[in-house]
T-cell receptor, first 109, second 119 residues
Framework: LAKTTQPISMDSYEGQEVNITCSHN???????ITWYQQFPSQGPRFIIQ???TKVTNEVASLFIPADRKSSTLSLPRVSLSDTAVYYC??????????FGTGTRLQVTL | DTEVTQTPKHLVMGMTNKKSLKCEQHMGHRAMYWYKQKAKKPPELMFVYSYEKLSINESVPSRFSPECPNSSLLNLHLHALQPEDSALYLC??????????????????FGEGSRLTVL
């Protein structure tokens, strides 16, 4: 079963835009793509969800190309408190919601 | 109430002990999940319940026994665990299962997890 892959880590300065990609070649046809943020020893927290094209909320944007085999989470102006691990979550087979490999984002001054 | 509550937050048990992890939600969600997360790894799906029936078992060893007594509660019974079972166990819920004929996968709401240490 193909993995849902993400870059292992990213570094950014405060105030910059950060884009994190997720590759999900075997996403189910009708599935949404969801992104989560996780701090150490806490449960993942919902950031944003989309099905195609672009979705924006108060904290992030999600870009999904037409083939839906990847997605990009965009955090517009990161702060120190955005230091966390970011996961995409997709349905790779019926009802099996599978996390991506995770991206550890480190934000510094 | 948009919370998923897990108890206990921390659990230390010996390999011969029997213990249980509990999860509760009052959002009217009909799908509930157990995930296992090892350090620096993504959460791995263990079990999924839909309308109180076990829908998915990801080939989890029988020393882990899930139970869904009603639509608000999810338990994970633990017996004869091994030290390598030490992990953060996460419970989640969603309005319904994804898949089927429509893009209806909802947001997963996660609890804060139960940190299990097996000695």
């Amino acid at each position: 079963l193909a993995k849902t892959t993400q870059p292992i880590s990213m570094d950014s300065y405060e105030g910059q835009e950060v884009n994190i990609t997720c590759s999900h070649n075997n996403i189910a046809t009708n599935d949404y793509i969801t992104w989560y943020q996780q701090f150490p020893s806490q449960g993942p927290r919902f950031i944003i969800q989309g099905y195609k094209t672009k979705v924006t909320n108060e904290v992030a944007s999600l870009f999904i190309p037409a083939d839906r085999k990847s997605s990009t989470l965009s955090l517009p102006r990161v702060s120190l408190s955005d230091t966390a691990v970011y996961y995409c979550l997709v349905e790779v087979t019926a009802s099996k919601l599978t996390f991506g490999t995770g991206t550890r984002l480190q934000v510094t001054l | 109430d948009t919370e998923v509550t897990q108890t206990p937050k921390h659990l230390v048990m010996g390999m011969t002990n029997k213990k249980s992890l509990k999860c509760e939600q009052h959002m009217g969600h009909r799908a509930m999940y157990w995930y296992k997360q090892k350090a620096k790894k993504p959460p791995e799906l263990m079990f999924v319940y839909s309308y109180e029936k076990l829908s998915i078992n990801e080939s989890v060893p029988s020393r882990f026994s899930p139970e869904c007594p009603n639509s608000s509660l999810l338990n994970l019974h633990l017996h004869a665990l091994q030290p390598e079972d030490s992990a953060l166990y996460l419970c989640a819920s969603s309005q319904q299962l994804g898949g089927g004929g429509a893009a209806t996968t909802g947001e997963l709401f996660f609890g804060e997890g139960s940190r299990l240490t097996v000695l």
